[in-house]
DNA sequence: ATTGTCACCGAAAACGTTTTCGAAAAGACC
DNA sequence: GGTCTTTTCGAAAACGTTTTCGGTGACAAT
């Protein structure tokens, strides 16, 4: 039960490899006599070509890598379908590997990809990534890359982004325009950019609207877990009773505060409004119903691997590349946890 | 910035191409002296395999494939979980590809996986498989191949499963044991073996505490989806208002299933107690929370690779290799939803 | 000087494909 | 029959690695 090769069809034929090969790939030079012949008998032996053979003449695998910071999380899983989905369509498989948010295994695995020779890599950096020498690494050896969501402003690729900042800044109006004057911010750890510019635009919506802003008032979550949403929404509860809104870095989290709030029977919307980020499912469904900011989460990976592509091929017709950036919309879904009385 | 390869470093050295593979792999027959010299230059050239050439020569890529149904999927996305984990852990990456539950995708991406030359390939069956051609030829090709969760049990491969017929009797005596009488049953569509399975469990748990089984108390989905379950719901309640516990196939729809009682202020569990299956995240974010089946998902992936492993590793020494089936023990997460007054 | 034993090295084949380039065969034209 | 063009084919190199197997030289023992 040996593999098919071009060889044993060659030989049963008693012509050249190098006709049978052209003639699968419809090359002129072969006549359609002969043509037939190969195709008929490639056809009836089921021949397939040996990928690893043509992956070393060719110099690419037609394979993408992706490093996430995990998958069993809504907005990822969402984007990993967006990739796979656009890769297929296009020819290419994706190899996925997760980064637990730890640095040393995001490193790790970016040497992974890099030395089975991946045609790209797409990636969302891990929260504790402030270490940007694994990423040169991937552009110094002209690896195609773009990177989503969580990406680093320093480095020149090809990006697809939303506006956090703004994304933000309108999640917090909302919250005013319902009648929130003192309202805290549950944010992401310390080093992504998102959760930076998810701050920055909460603090931008209070000074529009000339609410003092208080440091005590904002919250840094370490894991970003349900549990320190609950944990953060006892101590807004009893550090600061009067707070009436609070903007949250994540629905995960955010679900987490309801989950505190109605234990301690503390009525949302009419005590505290909350916003979340990034609509997962669980959000409609819980009670009260959770508002929060829409992310197109699946558009992203299609966008992102878009982008990948465009950079794969003008690596192979050796044109030169402009990484580009694409910056997606997002919108308010209104449920019930900000409801106005 | 041209790729380093043996040929260089043998270059350089002024060695030939075997010594220098020789002292990379640590064969005896290099003397120390040149061995230093070869791993000091290909340290500070950084050379790293080409593995497009070793995957030829060694016929082999440390790469498996995955399909399953959906990525975007508590349940799903664990297994994958464990499944990434614990391929990475023995220097295999994993292609994963998704089949949308439909069969004809399903295979397609066999076919793209074979012909890709995979090391193996790990699956679950999607709802629309009642054909086996396509894993039939897995096998015949020889491949090496694990089944989990939604298997079919007419081929004879390795396999990952829960006894779902034995878990699902123990949620519906559960339900009894609470103070249910009239129990109705949600069911998961008509193919899938673990339908199926929890389907007869249920009937079974019925037929022993002499609860007489009515098919008009079983409903069918066709998605498994969070609207299946409030549509079932109100079905349920308008038909059969004297049900007081409902079984329903996994998490998704029995908190669609509360969803719909919570508009139309049926009391849980107070009228009807639900459990659910799989233990979903949400399952204990909701109100009120869901009782449910625990499975143990990320284990289930974590033997999955390991059943693949071992086939893969007696096919390359050339041993015979049994198939073997795992069952995980599964167990009752009692909440709210079906908390006895 | 012969034989034997080691330690070390390298030539070469093999994996299966793609593609260049030259050559042979066939047909066209005078 | 000779020349020229067109069609059709195949030899061979290349991609980079792994592994077999034989060879060389050094040294010791006889």
Redesign the interface.
């Known amino acids: ?1 040996r593999d098919i090769t071009l060889k044993q069809i060659a030989e049963t034929l008693g012509i050249s490899i190098t006709t049978v090969s052209k003639a699968l790939k419809n090359y002129p030079d072969v006549s359609p006599k002969t043509r037939k012949a190969v195709l008929d008998l490639a056809q009836s032996l089921s021949y ?6 043509v ?2 003449r060719t ?1 690419e ?1 037609k ?1 993408i890598g992706l490093i996430i910071p ?5 907005f990822f ?2 984007v ?2 967006g990739i ?2 656009e890769a ?1 369509k296009n020819g290419y ?6 980064s637990n948010e730890s640095l040393e295994l995001e490193k790790k695995q970016v040497e ?1 990809l ?4 991946v045609d790209g890599i797409i990636m969302s950096l891990s929260n504790e990534s402030n270490d940007d020498q694994h990423i040169k690494e991937i552009l ?3 690896v195609p890359f773009v990177m989503f969501d969580k990406i680093s402003k320093l480095i020149p690729c090809s990006k697809v982004i939303i506006n956090d900042q703004k994304a933000a800044f309108n999640a917090v109006e909302h919250l005013i325009e319902k009648g929130c004057r003192k309202i805290a911010h549950i944010r992401g750890p310390v080093n992504p950019q998102n959760a930076i510019d998810r701050f920055l635009g909460y603090k931008k919506a209070l000074e529009k609207n000339h609410i003092p802003f208080d440091p005590k008032l904002v919250y840094t979550c370490k894991n970003v877990t ?1 549990d320190e949403g609950k944990e953060f929404a006892e101590q807004i509860a009893k550090e600061h009773p009067d707070v009436d809104g609070i903007f949250v870095i994540t629905d995960l989290v955010a ?1 987490g505060v309801l ?1 505190y709030f ?1 234990e301690v029977n503390i009525k949302i919307p009419e005590q505290i409004k909350v916003i979340g980020f990034s609509n997962w ?2 959000s409609q ?3 009260p119903k959770l508002s929060t900011v829409d992310q197109p989460s699946f558009e992203m990976g299609v966008q992102s691997f878009g982008l990948l592509l465009e950079e794969i091929n003008a690596k192979k017709e050796l044109h030169a590349f402009k990484p580009r950036t694409i910056e997606l919309e997002t919108g308010i879904i209104e449920r019930e946890s900000t409801l106005k009385k």
């Open positions: 039960m397939t070509p040996n990928s690893f053979a992956n070393l110099k695998s394979t995990e998958v069993v999380h809504h899983s969402n990993i379908n796979i989905d297929e498989l994706v190899i996925i590997l997760q992974l890099m030395n089975k020779r110094r050896r002209e349900f679900v989950a109605n499912f669980m469904v819980i009670t």
